[in-house]
């Protein structure tokens, strides 16, 4: 997977990611103040039934979005970690493994998607694999 593809795979992840959370808030600022959720009074919340069924499915809504980003961003970062692991160098590659399984994935993701190398473009110093080395 080349880098571009990466990078658009994470921006489109970025992009619906943010979509989701804004729906979500955006539906319960207007269930607030539509009165479907009351907030105060003898009870501490107050929750309509009969008008909830349109904050649920935009909840719904959010939450798929909200999910499909997810899984586009898991699925930028192993194409990341797939293209540096073809790389020579390797440090690239256990930054983003390092900082991706403890859960700052995102901060690797941004600094590859900036300045990271790809391993795919012409001139890229590629790992040679010792079964392919010809010894004299």
Do not use: C, H, Q
Not at 85 to 93: G, H, S, T
């Amino acid at each position: 997977m080349s880098k571009t593809v990466i990078t658009r795979l994470f921006v489109g992840a970025l992009v619906v990611g943010v979509a989701g959370i804004l729906v979500s808030v955006v539906s319960v600022l207007i269930a607030l103040a539509d009165g479907v959720i009351v907030i105060g009074g003898p009870t501490a919340v107050t929750v309509k039934g009969d008008a909830l069924a349109g904050l649920v499915i935009w909840l719904v809504i959010a939450s798929l979005l909200m999910g499909a980003a997810s899984i586009a961003a898991i699925a930028s970062w192993l194409g990341a970690l797939f293209n540096t692991f073809r790389l020579e160098d390797k440090l690239w590659f256990i930054a983003l493994l390092i900082l991706g399984l403890a859960s700052f994935g995102w901060v690797a993701m941004i600094a590859y998607v900036l300045a990271g190398p790809d391993s795919t473009r012409p001139g890229a110093v590629l790992a040679v694999s010792t079964e392919a080395r010809v010894t004299s």
